[in-house]
């Protein structure tokens, strides 16, 4: 087991805590200062990059909970950095303390993909028609009536970033699936045909009260976040009905932090794909964009201080990921952030992760849209993502 330690002093109720060191944890702990609020990270290394922000860390990896108790014993309320947390270890910390935001009552429903389903499912919220693996519709040389290929197959746990899906083409690769995993952990979707894909970002804080930015678009790149375009260009009762989809689900919960809800729209209209119990790479244009930020909104509430409501400062902004390159090939990468830095407006974000490993979320940069009509503010947002791209491609043939 991890040793757990705290770097330096604190005083209990002057602090929050987060379980988790990566990026998110880093725009957290940046959020905070703009609060004047402390923030004590339960980190893997001294190298994560929210560990080299923080006010005091706790040495521990993330599924550790002594190093969790010891946050705990440090701060007035502690909060996730991600879903991947040990609820069976955690319950019996927040039985003593109960400190948690969100609870684990909250989150233990949304962190495996299957249960997730089935909770959407009952709120009736849609989403692509879905079974588990196990199920005696699917054989080795049967699928359920209607269903075709292609279909998406998906880990029940552990999946991010194209990570724990597979899709599946035919009977061979079906056949192949259910040879290679526990079936009972893994769920298959029906193929959705898609316009756009969306997502949302909310927040409900200690009194029941929701927030939520603007519906986003985004677009994918080998199942990875490529950029994210603020406001979609969808038509009000598109947003509305996502909203009322989030706010459902929150309040069913009695959910109280960020979360975030990824959609498919399309012929079959608005469909989940996935919900993330925490804050998201989809919502990284409003620590620019908006008054307040998700991650702003998240030390707000773990800290109960006033939460204020999320505004569009500007008429948009686009979010463009910068994901890992082979070194060997690509120019060096401090000729790269310089370039960056060169752009007008760019507001660029680096995670200061040790290694740079192709296809991994390194940073984002973020461009402010001042075009009030959609369609002129599209072709902002277009030129500003070739310029990025310009200097930092997807991949190197791009």
């Not at 108790?69 to 909060?79: D, K």
């Not at 989150?107 to 499912?121: A, E, M, V």
């Not at 209607?146 to 279909?151: E, I, K, M, S, T």
Request: with cysteine; aromatic share 6%.
């Amino acid at each position: 087991m991890a040793t757990a330690s705290l770097s330096k002093n604190v005083l209990m109720n002057s602090v929050i805590g987060v379980v988790g060191g990566g990026q998110l944890a880093q725009m957290l702990v940046e959020a905070a200062k703009g609060r004047n609020v402390e923030v004590i990270v339960q980190a893997e290394s001294h190298s994560d990059p929210a560990a080299k922000k923080a006010n005091s860390l706790i040495l521990a990896e993330t599924q550790d909970a002594f190093g969790t108790s010891q946050l705990i014993n440090a701060c007035s309320s502690v909060t996730f950095e991600n879903e991947w947390v040990n609820i069976e270890e955690l319950a019996k910390l927040e039985t003593e303390k109960g400190c948690f935001i969100p609870s684990l009552a909250a989150i233990d429903p949304l962190i495996n993909k299957i249960s997730q389903r089935q909770l959407l499912d009952a709120l009736e919220i849609p989403g692509p028609e879905w079974m588990q693996l196990s199920s005696e519709k699917l054989g080795f040389s049967k699928l359920p009536s209607g269903w075709n290929f292609p279909l998406m197959a998906k880990s029940g746990k552990g999946g991010y970033d194209g990570k724990g899906t597979k899709v599946i083409n035919s009977f061979d690769d079906l056949n192949e699936l259910l040879q290679s995993v526990d079936s009972k952990d893994w769920l298959i979707e029906e193929w959705v045909p898609y316009e756009k894909e969306l997502a949302l970002v909310a927040s409900r804080d200690l009194e029941g009260r929701i927030r939520a930015f603007p519906l986003s678009q985004t677009h994918q790149f080998n199942q990875v976040c490529d950029w994210v375009l603020a406001p979609a260009e969808v038509s009000h009762s598109v947003q509305a009905l996502a909203y009322n989809m989030v706010a459902s689900l929150l309040t069913k919960l009695n959910y109280v932090g960020v979360i975030a809800i990824e959609f498919f729209y399309g012929p079959k209209g608005l469909l989940v794909n996935e919900v993330a119990p925490r804050t998201h790479n989809s919502a990284h244009f409003s620590i620019e964009a908006c008054n307040s930020s998700q991650f702003d909104q998240q030390v707000c509430i773990a800290a109960d201080i006033p939460v204020p409501d999320p505004e569009l400062i500007v008429p948009g902004a686009i979010m463009v990921n910068l994901l890992g390159l082979p070194v060997e090939k690509a120019p060096p990468l401090n000729d790269r952030l310089a370039e960056l830095k060169r752009i007008n407006g760019a507001h660029l974000h680096w995670y200061q992760k040790n290694k740079e490993i192709p296809g991994r979320k390194l940073g984002h940069v973020t461009l402010l849209l001042y075009s009030d009509n959609a369609q002129a503010r599209r072709e902002e947002a277009l030129r500003g993502l070739e310029s990025i791209r310009s200097i930092w491609p997807l991949n190197l043939t791009s």
